[in-house]
């Protein structure tokens, strides 16, 4: 397997939950790592906590829905860095409501979140990688891109919207020898859940580490191999067959 060692890695929403979770995960495992979070606070902290520990890690201020800040975020990166080796488009958002009380501001919101973000940046991060002959992009989908529940549908749409984004992208790269990833993952530990549904049986749930270490795993893989898509559920996740 290929080291992670000092590759560029930019994660959106790695102030908390999973995105804090796969911050961590590679930079352990040798990878520099920037926090891009629309939480500068969260995020600075997060950083901090692993860079005290050695690790090579920073935070930049990032609002994934303002079209002229991720432009200017991935230029910052590039201008510090050289280049970028690793998009995790991690960050996502939700509102549990019917559709007769979602306003178009809500559809709008996690659309432009959950979809239209990572669309754009990995529009912005894929010329840099063609030019180094490698890179890859992993994109957070859920079992909400699988299967579907009621009151969801702004997200079962974005999730959806991602998982067939990503497998478009991931056969658009592949002669340019970058990789594209969807990782479906299951119900975990994290404010996301949580702060929603905060009597959801915590043992019907994973740790984020798993999950961050499937994403580790994911990108350890040999040059010549590619993952375009995997599944990590809870054990006891009992609305997946």
């Not at 984004?165 to 479906?184: D, Q």
Request: hydrophobic share 45%; glycine share 6%; with cysteine.
């Amino acid at each position: 397997m290929s080291a992670l060692t000092e590759k560029v890695t930019l994660v959106t929403g790695g102030s908390q939950g999973l995105g804090a979770a796969i911050c961590e995960t590679l930079a352990e495992a040798g990878a520099s790592v920037i926090i891009a979070d629309i939480k500068l606070d969260q995020a600075e902290q997060v950083a901090r906590g692993l860079q005290e520990r050695g690790l090579d890690v920073i935070a930049l201020p990032l609002d994934i829905t303002n079209d002229q800040q991720l432009a200017t975020t991935v230029q910052k990166i590039v201008d510090q860095y050289g280049r970028i080796d690793v998009l995790v488009n991690n960050a996502g958002t939700d509102v549990t409501l019917p559709i007769e009380e979602l306003s178009i501001a809500d559809i709008d919101r996690v659309l432009n979140v959950n979809l239209r973000a990572p669309f754009l940046l990995s529009k912005l991060v894929l010329p840099i990688m063609k030019r180094h002959g490698q890179g890859h992009i992993v994109n957070i989908a859920s079992t909400a891109a699988k299967r579907t529940w009621s009151n969801a549908t702004a997200y079962h749409t974005s999730k959806w919207g991602l998982m067939g984004f990503s497998h478009a992208l991931h056969v658009e790269a592949r002669p340019h020898k970058v990789k594209v990833t969807a990782v479906v993952a299951g119900g975990m530990r994290t404010p996301f859940i949580l702060d929603r549904f905060p009597d959801t049986p915590l043992d019907k749930l994973q740790d984020p580490k798993h999950v961050a270490e499937t994403v580790r795993f994911i990108l350890m893989q040999p040059e010549e191999t590619v993952i375009p898509e995997v599944m990590v559920l809870p054990m006891q996740e009992t609305s997946w067959p």
